[in-house]
């Protein structure tokens, strides 16, 4: 008799599954007729409000103003489906292992999965939920997948987690604009740099500026020339004629 063991879903806390306009957001219906406003033009609903949750549904350019003082995101189309800017939910949740895409000019990640039926020749990786062909570098190939993830793997979360500061020794907040970073560090070596290629000198006391003038190129000797001697009135040969 052979035992086959079912792996039991992981209890996760409602900080890991994201905040609860997350669910909402996947499920609601979008790029419809707004019901609200049925009679007018381009009343395609197209944005979500973050504070309303599920109560409000999706909403079009004429229901903002009811929503002034809360969160509204706006959802775009790409293939058909459903995206999001990473720029507007990169900073509410975690989306790593989440494919991201670039159209035009912005990065973009898919709300819910996209079946594949049969991967492409010579794929190595797929997405763990719906089985679409990904790059190496990625798990899933949208937010919907990683939540459908989240169920079995309890290293996964949607909760954004405070980056270390590198000069607390670990306490405290980090964040990519930190002026103290090696990238940071290297730009701003390069800019001083720049600087002293263009002539402006620095003393050795802690890089102050000195009093001294900027280093300017010696103005080139004048070049006199001596003007060409006029040609006199030209004459016939001895034998001419």
């Known amino acids: 008799m052979v035992m086959v063991s079912v792996q039991s879903p992981v209890v996760r806390s409602e900080e890991d599954l994201g905040p609860p306009w997350l669910r909402p957001l996947l499920g609601t219906s979008f790029f419809v007729p707004c019901p609200a406003h049925p009679d007018l033009s381009k009343n395609e609903c197209n944005l979500f409000c973050l504070g309303c949750n599920d109560a409000a549904g999706a909403l079009c ?52 999965g996209r079946p594949q039926a049969r991967p492409g ?3 190595t990786n797929t997405c763990e939920i719906c089985c679409r062909s990904l790059p190496d570098s990625f798990r899933f190939c949208s937010l919907g997948c990683k939540l459908g993830g989240m169920q079995w793997d309890p290293s996964l979360t949607f ?6 500061s590198q000069d607390s020794g670990g306490e405290g907040y980090g964040s990519d ?4 970073s090696p990238r940071k560090q290297l730009r701003r070596a390069g800019f001083e ?7 402006v000198r620095w003393s050795d006391d802690e890089g102050s500026k000195s009093n001294t003038r900027p280093m300017t190129p010696s103005t ?22």
């Open 61 to 112: 350019s004429y229901c903002v103003p009811a929503h002034r003082d809360h969160h509204v995101v706006q959802i775009r189309r790409s293939s058909y489906h459903n995206v999001i800017r990473v720029s507007e939910v990169g900073k509410l949740i975690d989306i790593a292992h989440v494919q991201t895409y670039v159209i035009n000019s912005a990065k973009i990640v898919f709300l819910n």
């Open 121 to 123: 020749k010579g794929v």
């Open 159 to 164: 909760a954004i987690r405070p980056k270390r």
């Open 177 to 180: 604009d930190d002026s103290f």
């Open 193 to 199: 740099l720049g600087r002293f290629d263009r002539g």
């Open 220 to 241: 080139p000797p004048i070049n006199r020339c001596r003007p060409s001697r006029r040609k006199g009135i030209p004459h016939r040969a001895p034998f001419y004629g």
